[in-house]
């Protein structure tokens, strides 16, 4: 299983500052009904093991942080990223914008998009991206702004009607 970007430093820094164990960070996290126990989140903090999404979504909430923070980037790169910054699981994005979910991580596996219209608006809001922003995150070749036909405007006359 591919697991996402971890920061250990990050991590560690959010623990300590709210003042909680590693034990009470575990305590928490089976509370929100992920199981795991205080040697995972030692190891995580050493960084001889990144969590799943799963674990990173709960330790997240139990930090009071976001995913990206604990993820160490500065923004997301790649639809896979720009999902987990969510905090959405693929069947959970895949159900929201009416796609299957095998094909949805298939799109994420092959850093590729051919959603059609209704399923890439529903992305753009579900992960508050512009259709620049999914272009550049699935790699795909961006126009230059020069190259991008200008809609025309609307002509009023003087009277209100077009």
Request: hydrophobic share 35%; charged share 25%.
């Amino acid at each position: 299983m591919n697991r996402p970007p971890f920061s250990p430093d990050i991590a560690r820094s959010a623990r300590q500052d709210l003042g909680l164990s590693p034990h009470q960070v575990a305590e928490q996290m089976n509370a929100y009904g992920v199981v795991v126990d205080i040697t995972l989140v030692h190891a995580w903090e050493a960084g001889e093991y990144r969590p799943t999404e799963d674990e990173l979504f709960a330790l997240a909430d139990v930090l009071w942080c976001r995913a990206k923070d604990l993820m160490g980037i500065e923004s997301p790169r790649t639809l896979t990223e720009h999902r987990l910054v969510r905090q959405f699981s693929t069947d959970r994005l895949a159900r929201s914008i009416g796609m299957d979910t095998a094909r949805y991580e298939r799109a994420e596996e092959t850093n590729t998009w051919s959603g059609d219209g209704r399923q890439t608006s529903a992305l753009l809001r579900m992960l508050d991206l512009t259709p620049l922003r999914l272009a550049q995150a699935t790699g795909q070749p961006v126009a230059p702004q020069s190259a991008i036909p200008r809609q025309s405007r609307p002509t009023w006359s003087r009277g209100g009607t077009r």
